[in-house]
């Protein structure tokens, strides 16, 4: 075999909501190393979107958890080298890396907006993921359809 499967990193649930997946987000959200601002602004953005989401049934945690999903890419564009030709070859992703991507995804597209706290910014983003609306979405879209327009090519898959 070339390749081995790689373990699935445990982790522990954060603090606050008791939820390993939030601090799988935090561990991407932070910087230098400096958890607890990173759990200071993921904390603080939850606190906006109970403030923001008014007759939302849903607890912000799970609008977060939404927010991801309707982020989540499921299929992805590899290059490869054809003839001296490089192809987009479409590829599914697996479940782990779907999280990975989604959770980037929202922190990328999060820090280039124009509110003034990072806080506000990841708040703003997640209500727009779950709405289905944003920057966040439209780069979702834009792989599925670089991926739809490759489709000719997936029989490359590697």
């Given at each position: 075999m070339r390749k081995t499967n790689k373990?699935?990193?445990?982790?522990?649930?954060?603090?606050?909501?008791?939820?390993?997946?939030?601090?799988?987000?935090?561990?991407?959200?932070m910087k230098s190393g400096k958890k607890s601002i990173a759990y200071r602004i993921f904390y603080s953005a939850m606190k906006k979107i109970d403030l923001v989401k008014g007759k939302e049934e849903k607890t912000s945690l799970e609008i977060w958890k939404d927010g991801l999903k309707?982020?989540?890419?499921?299929?992805?564009?590899?290059s490869r080298r054809m003839g001296g030709a490089n192809i987009q070859v479409p590829?599914?992703?697996?479940?782990n890396n779907k999280i990975t991507k989604a959770m980037k995804l929202l922190i990328s597209c999060?820090?280039?907006?124009?509110?003034?706290?990072?806080?506000?910014?990841l708040?703003?983003?997640?209500?727009?993921?779950?709405?289905?609306?944003?920057?966040?979405?439209?780069?979702?879209e834009n792989?599925?359809?670089?991926?739809?327009?490759?489709?000719?090519f997936s029989h490359f898959r590697f």
């Open positions: 373990k699935s990193k445990v982790y522990k649930p954060d603090p606050k909501f008791n939820e390993p997946l939030v601090t799988r987000f935090v561990n991407h959200l309707n982020i989540m890419p499921h299929i992805e564009v590899k590829i599914p992703i697996s479940p999060a820090a280039i907006r124009n509110e003034k706290t990072m806080s506000d910014k708040a703003f983003e997640i209500w727009e993921a779950f709405k289905e609306q944003g920057e966040a979405v439209k780069r979702k792989i599925h359809k670089m991926a739809e327009a490759n489709k000719a």
